[in-house]
């Protein structure tokens, strides 16, 4: 099993800068790919990025790029994103997740992490 603990949410106004951190303990070597989504209220959720955990290759949604940066510490077994430019519509629950087979399904995920974005 790998356990997800997310921090770094909160209150940010709007324009300004967030990163927000996804500690992974447990079989992190069971780990093929970590993932950053969000849902805001009366939303879906929806995938803003994902990352190798080796090697570190990223794929951003397309409505994400340019704002977020996903990044990884294998030292620290710990992924980041990095918000810039942020607008109350960024205001969401944010999670991380972890899949664990290689095939684009996350089994594990974090809590959550609220982002509140103020105009």
């Known amino acids: 099993q790998v356990q997800l603990v997310e921090s770094g949410g909160g209150l940010v106004q709007a324009g300004g800068s967030q990163r927000l951190s996804c500690a992974a303990s447990?079989?992190?070597?069971?780990?093929?790919?970590m993932g950053w989504f969000r849902q805001a209220p009366g939303k879906e959720r929806e995938l803003i990025a994902r990352?190798?955990?080796?090697?570190?290759?990223?794929f951003y949604a397309n409505s994400m790029k340019g704002r977020f940066t996903i990044s990884i510490d294998n030292a620290k077994n710990t992924v980041y994103l990095q918000m810039n430019s942020l607008k109350p519509e960024d205001t969401a629950v944010y999670y991380c997740a972890a899949d664990l087979n290689g095939n684009g399904r996350y089994h594990s995920w974090g809590q959550g992490t609220q982002v509140t974005v103020s105009s």
């Open positions: 447990g079989r992190t070597f069971s780990i093929y790919t």
């Open positions: 990352i190798a955990w080796s090697g570190g290759g990223t």
